[in-house]
């Protein structure tokens, strides 16, 4: 971890681990997130679904254009507070970042992907060639791993290459891996 202050740190440690885990649609973020979870005990946290299936209003809308709901930013970290800021233990997955606050996270992974990979799987998921378009230019110019650099401290963000499935197995291992190496961590009790 990077340089905190004594407050930030005593808040990371009342709470359990976090990881964030964003990029480009397609990438492999909802495995990744589901896999970790399972092999760790994280609770996945799927923005997505937490936006659609929630009774409060966390949108302001559907875009008919991009087929997605308009994402009310507030309200949902409003939502969100109380488990990912409060208790921890969440792994969340999302497209996007930088408007969460650094404070829940103990690491952001990016997801990348070959844009011909990547058309092909949106295209299997049935996206409108303008949505796929879009999509492919935004991992053409590494909006997510920007936007992530952007928005937390460099030793937080770990960009990881999400091509075949081998490279896919590889992120998990060394995911739960450093899970697991961070509950050891706050396990022990430490006198300053």
């Not at 008919?64 to 507030?74: I, K």
Request: aromatic share 6%; net charge negative.
């Amino acid at each position: 971890m990077g340089k905190r202050s004594r407050q930030q740190s005593s808040v990371a440690d009342a709470r359990q681990t976090n990881v964030l885990i964003t990029g480009t649609p397609g990438t492999g973020k909802s495995t990744l997130a589901a896999q970790l979870a399972q092999r760790t005990g994280l609770e996945h946290v799927d923005v997505g679904d937490v936006v659609r299936n929630s009774q409060d209003k966390l949108h302001d809308g559907w875009d008919e254009h991009n087929a997605a709901y308009v994402l009310n930013e507030d309200a949902l970290l409003d939502h969100l507070e109380p488990l990912v800021g409060g208790r921890g233990g969440c792994i969340v997955d999302h497209h996007s970042s930088d408007f969460y606050p650094e404070r829940w996270f103990d690491k952001v992974v990016v997801l990348t992907c070959d844009n011909t990979v990547l058309y092909n799987r949106l295209e299997g998921r049935g996206y409108a060639v303008h949505k796929i378009q879009e999509n492919v230019q935004h991992e053409i110019m590494q909006c997510s791993v920007e936007e992530a650099n952007d928005a937390y401290a460099k030793d937080f963000v770990e960009v990881m290459r999400s091509d075949t499935d081998e490279e896919m197995r590889g992120n998990l291992e060394r995911l739960v891996a450093w899970v697991q190496s961070r509950t050891t961590t706050d396990a022990v009790t430490v006198t300053v």
